[in-house]
């Protein structure tokens, strides 16, 4: 019997002081600018940010650090970014919608032979499968090595400090000392649309069963008032409603602010059964496997921090979910390797399936974002 895919799920943060803050591409978080490894890249791929139906610049929609640790793969500098277009008439084109795995080149290495790693390089590893019994989990029982554990939270929070939303002038001043060279000197293109920017964090979503207590106990618990409250959507007494469909709403009302899922190799939450080909990666010709996926309550949160022209354009978003698969290999193969091989780094563009509510379900997902 397979391990379970442990599913995490990206909840909404502080939001940046300034949708142009600069961090790191560490740092996991929704709108702003892109925090690329290398400053060189803006220039390099800018071919790249464009949307392929009108042309116009593409802004950032999401940037997740993403490292691999599985049994065959270990990739420690990986980021995925998912770019949109805000033009009125691109807002349900599949084409206006890309995905981007940038991965440095030597960081991955199979799973026997890599050597120690540095207790931050651990760290880093286990973002997203810590738990999930994939590797330092064999059931043994050996006591873990407390002074290594402390040095790696140790560093793990030097490293997020570069990140961190600042309160004062002072820590201002400190946080920009330790950035890189290329976020001080960032420049943006005034062609270049850029949305509210907030950080996320990752939590472990419970099983399916776990999941139907918390949905149960948000009802209960959630204020009238508020804006993602339960509006006693009953799952078994829909008439003519999509099973497909329920169970997305059931796992979106567990979580109700959860802005996107992340299961590297798992299966993505549908929001209808149509299912679009990934199709094969574009590099390697292998297969592409589910990575992430946007949810609805991203788009929300972008409503709230945007202004009154960004919040028209931002109508014109209104998919269900938009899932990105990527390369089964997390390959480093690349046709064009003079633009996309960028200090060490490689850009491969990843596949997006966007899903739209279908006319049935129409009024029941109108409700329940008013």
Not at 227 to 239: H, L, P
Not at 244 to 256: E, G, I, Q, S, V
Not at 291 to 312: I, R, T, V
């Amino acid at each position: 019997m397979g391990e379970r895919v442990l599913q995490y799920l990206g909840m909404p943060g502080p939001w940046a002081d300034d949708k142009f803050e600069p961090s790191d591409h560490y740092t996991t978080k929704i709108g702003g600018l892109p925090d690329w490894p290398v400053p060189q890249f803006p220039s390099t791929i800018a071919y790249l940010l464009r949307c392929a139906s009108c042309q116009s610049n593409l802004c950032l929609v999401a940037q997740v650090y993403a490292p691999i640790s599985v049994k065959s793969l270990k990739i420690e500098e990986r980021v995925i970014y998912i770019f949109g277009c805000l033009a009125p008439e691109c807002g349900k084109s599949p084409s206006s919608w890309r995905a981007f795995r940038v991965q440095k080149l030597g960081s991955a290495c199979e799973e026997v032979g890599c050597g120690a790693a540095s207790p931050v390089s651990a760290l880093k590893g286990d973002l997203w499968t810590f738990g999930s019994g994939e590797e330092g989990d064999d059931g043994s029982g050996e006591d873990f090595d407390l002074e290594e554990l402390g040095k790696a939270l140790s560093a793990a929070a030097s490293l997020a400090s570069h990140s961190k939303k600042q309160m004062n002038n002072q820590n201002a001043k400190t946080t920009v000392k330790h950035l890189p060279l290329s976020l001080e000197t960032k420049v943006v293109s005034v062609d270049t649309p850029v949305l509210p920017c907030f950080y996320t964090y990752t939590q472990e979503e419970p099983s399916t069963r776990e999941v139907t207590v918390v949905s149960s106990s948000h009802c209960q618990d959630s204020d009238p008032e508020e804006a993602w409250e339960n509006e006693g959507y009953e799952y078994d007494r829909t008439w003519n409603a999509d099973r497909t469909y329920l169970k997305f709403k059931k796992l979106l009302d567990a979580f109700p602010e959860q802005c996107f899922r992340y299961a590297y190799g798992g299966k993505p939450l549908l929001a209808t059964a149509k299912v679009e080909n990934s199709g094969t990666c574009k590099h390697c010709g292998g297969s592409r496997l589910y990575e992430m996926q946007l949810m609805p309550p991203l788009l929300y949160f972008l409503q709230e921090g945007a202004n009154d022209c960004q919040k028209y354009l931002l109508d014109n978003w209104n998919w269900m979910t938009l899932v990105v698969f990527t390369c089964s290999k997390s390959c480093s193969h690349i046709v064009d390797e003079e633009k996309l091989n960028i200090e060490g780094w490689i850009v491969a563009e990843e596949a997006v399936c966007i899903q739209f509510e279908e006319s049935l379900q129409e009024s029941v997902h109108k409700d329940y974002f008013s």
